[in-house]
């Protein structure tokens, strides 16, 4: 892969552009590719963000969401735009395995594959040229530093500072994780001194619950909720049964994964949730604890060091067995 300089001839004239991010997206996917889409489009580009899967309700509000196609519900019209662009930029995800149907056509496409990103261990022969960085808070801030090193400042406009400001003030947890470097507060007083409202933002991603989701965290924390004897790890597991009751709908057990966190001593959390016959984890720790080798390595998953997630086809029971089973041998 080549650094993303590469591809600055290119971008010199009006292209196609096809944007693409992770399945489940979340709202550093949405807010990274958005956050390109508008740039791009200033620049005189036709951009198209296509999302492998549907987006959660608490991000429908975003700028330009409603140009969004879904790959899952509109396959034929993604191929189309597939086939017609003339560069593909993948965001906030690093192996083609992370965007579910879209996978093969991404693969066959002989369009050069652009990447932006920071998660661990990229998929680096398939991308034509990129920047890589597992110190950047998000892939977001990536997107901002793309648009400053392509001498852009100027046009980073109210949209571009919306889609920005969510994704990387929910990767960082609201500007709490260690990833939220002093070049992050100083994106965030570029996008404050250009007049970016923030406290609306909080409110629409934080403040969007429905009473079903609350009763439901209620329940997830009461119920399901496992600490370990020792103290030091704690496990949310929710069968397709536990979750029926509450209606959830996409987005609905986002941040669950966190709360065990919040309890002292616990440096190791882990969300295990049953839908449609699938089983997904999310893993998170604090300080020196690599939740993203344990993923890959157990679980056919990666991500973060403080903050992975992975799969599991061995059913739920014998899923949350295995996690007890080996979880000790991460936490000194
Ligand atoms: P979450 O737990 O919020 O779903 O994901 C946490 C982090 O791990 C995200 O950065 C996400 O991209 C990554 N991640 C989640 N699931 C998987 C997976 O199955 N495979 C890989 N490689 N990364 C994952
Ligand atoms: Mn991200």
Redesign the pocket.
């Known amino acids: 892969m080549l650094p993303i300089d590469h591809i600055f001839p290119a971008l010199s004239e009006p292209k196609k552009i096809f944007i693409t991010t992770?399945q489940?997206p979340?709202a550093d996917a949405l807010g990274s590719t958005l956050g390109l889409y508008h740039y791009l489009l200033q620049k005189g580009h036709t951009p198209t963000v296509v999302i492998p899967n549907e987006l959660p309700d608490f991000l429908h509000w975003m700028p330009a969401i409603d140009t969004v196609l879904n790959y899952d519900s509109e396959s034929k019209l993604c191929e189309q735009v597939l086939a017609e662009s003339d560069l593909i930029f993948c965001l906030?995800?690093n192996?083609l395995s992370?965007i579910k149907g879209l996978e093969q056509p991404l693969r066959n496409a002989t369009q050069p594959r652009i990447l932006i990103d920071h998660?661990l261990q990229p998929e680096a022969d398939v991308f034509y040229c990129g920047t890589s960085n597992p110190d950047k808070s998000s892939a977001s801030e990536m997107v901002y530093d793309f648009i400053l090193q392509c001498g852009d400042a100027e046009l980073i406009n109210d949209a571009i500072a919306q889609c920005l400001y969510t994704g990387a003030m929910t990767d960082t947890g609201s500007f709490r994780f260690p990833a939220t470097t002093g070049s992050v507060h100083e994106m965030i007083a570029f996008f404050k001194n250009r007049g970016l409202e923030h406290s609306i933002i909080h409110q629409y991603v934080y403040d969007s619950w429905s009473a079903n989701r609350m009763k439901f965290l209620g329940f997830a924390l009461y119920e399901k909720m496992d600490i370990a004897a020792s103290g030091k790890y704690g496990i949310i597991a929710l069968s397709t049964k536990d979750m029926e009751p509450f209606h959830l709908t996409s987005g609905d057990t986002e941040g669950l994964?966190n709360y065990p966190l919040s309890i002292a001593g616990v440096q190791v959390a882990v969300l295990i949730t049953e839908k449609s016959g699938e089983i997904?984890m999310?893993?998170r720790s604090k300080g020196n604890i690599d939740v993203s080798t344990f993923?890959?390595t157990y679980f056919?998953?990666?991500?973060?060091f403080n903050?992975?997630?992975?799969?599991s086809d061995t059913g739920f029971e014998a899923t949350v067995a295995k996690v007890k089973s080996l979880i000790d041998n991460i936490i000194p």
């Open positions: 992770h489940k979340d906030d995800f192996h992370r998660h994964v997904k999310s893993f993923a890959r056919n998953g990666g991500g973060h903050a992975a997630g992975g799969k």
